[in-house]
DNA sequence: GTGAAAATGAAAGTCAATTTCAAAAAGCAA
DNA sequence: TTGCTTTTTGAAATTGACTTTCATTTTCAC
C-alpha cells in the first residue's frame, strides 16, 4: 500500500493522544489507521476489513473493528448512520463537522456543511430552551449521476 | 381502554388502503393501531407491546411488531431512529412533516418544524444536483429540565 | 533474551429485528 | 350453522451487525 504521508502527522496526533496511555505499536493498527486515514471514505467495518484484506491478508475482522472504535473514542473518527442499519466510520479531519446527502441508489456520499442549517438549528433549539450537543442530518435521494440513469430506464 | 373517536378516521383512512387487499379484520390489529394512533407518542415494538399487554394480556411481541411495520408501509406510521439502536414509530399525523430534539439524559422527543431549514435543505440539494426523497434531522442534547438538573448535581 | 502488558484472531455471545410454522380466528358460501 | 379457505397469531427459531472472550502472539522496557 501507498501511504499518504501527508496524513502521518494524523497518526502522530493520535500517537500523543493521552488515551494511548497504556497502548503499544502494534503493526496491524497502524496499518489499519493508515489506510482509513488516507482513503478518507465512509467505511463499515466490513467495507475496511475487505480493503485492507487485499492488501495484508492477515488482518482479522476483530482488528479492524477494534481500531476503527479506538479511532473514535480517541476523536479521529467518527461514527455515521444512514439509516441502512451499518454502522460507518469516516476520518475526522481538519475539515471539521459536515453532514451528508446519501444516494439511495448508488449508495454515493456527499458531504456538505451549511452554516445557515447550523444557525438555525441553535434557533430551534433557543426556543425549547435545549442544549444541543450534537446532531445528525442526512438527505436521501437520488444524485444527479443516479437521476440520469432514471430517466433512461 | 378509552378510544380517541376523532382519530377512527384514521382506522377507516387505513381500510381503504389499497394495502388492505387481502387483509382480515383482526380484533388485535384493531386495538393495538386505535392504541398507537390514540397515544400519539414514539413507540418502540418493545413500548408498545408492554403499554398494551396492561389492558390486554392476549397480545404478542410479534403482532405489535407486525401491525406496526403494516401501518408504515400503508403510509400511517414512520420509523424512527434517534442513534440508540431501537427503531420507533409515530403516527403520520395531519401535522406533517417535522424534526426533533432528542434529550439524552431523560429521553425526552421535542418535535419542531422549520421552514428555513427545509428551504436550505432544497438549495443544498440544488447546488450538487441531487432530489432529496426524505431527510432525517435529530438535534441530541439536554432539554430544559434537565439542563436545570444537571445544574443541581 | 526475559517477563509483563497489550494486541490479535477465532469463536462465542448479545440483542433487536425478522421469519417460521402450527394453531386459532376471520370470513365467505352453501 | 357448518365447512372450507385465507389470514392472523404466538412461541420459538433465526438473522445479522456488533461486541466480548480468551488463548495465543506481539510488543517493548529492562
Ligand atoms: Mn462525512
Ligand atoms: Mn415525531
Ligand atoms: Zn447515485
Ligand atoms: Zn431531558
Do not use: W
Not at 442549517?117 to 436521501?140: N, P, T
Amino acid at each position: 500500500m501507498k501511504v499518504n504521508f501527508k496524513k502521518q502527522n494524523r497518526l502522530k496526533e493520535f500517537s500523543k493522544d493521552k488515551s494511548k496511555i497504556g497502548l503499544k505499536n502494534s503493526q496491524k493498527r497502524t496499518l489499519i489507521i493508515e489506510y482509513f486515514l488516507h482513503e478518507d471514505k465512509h467505511f463499515s467495518v466490513e467495507e475496511l476489513y475487505n480493503e485492507i484484506k487485499k492488501i495484508s491478508s492477515e488482518i482479522s475482522y476483530s482488528t479492524v473493528y477494534r481500531t476503527l472504535k479506538l479511532l473514535t473514542t480517541c476523536g479521529l473518527a467518527d461514527e455515521c448512520n444512514f439509516d441502512d442499519g451499518i454502522t460507518r466510520f469516516e476520518p475526522v479531519h481538519k475539515a471539521q463537522h459536515h453532514d451528508h446527502l446519501i444516494c439511495k441508489r448508488c449508495g454515493k456520499i456527499i458531504e456538505f456543511k451549511n452554516n445557515e442549517i447550523e444557525k438555525l438549528q441553535q434557533d430551534v433549539a433557543k426556543k425549547y430552551k435545549f442544549s444541543i450537543k450534537f446532531h445528525r442530518l442526512a438527505l436521501y435521494g437520488l444524485c444527479s449521476e443516479c437521476k440520469k440513469k432514471q430517466r433512461g430506464n
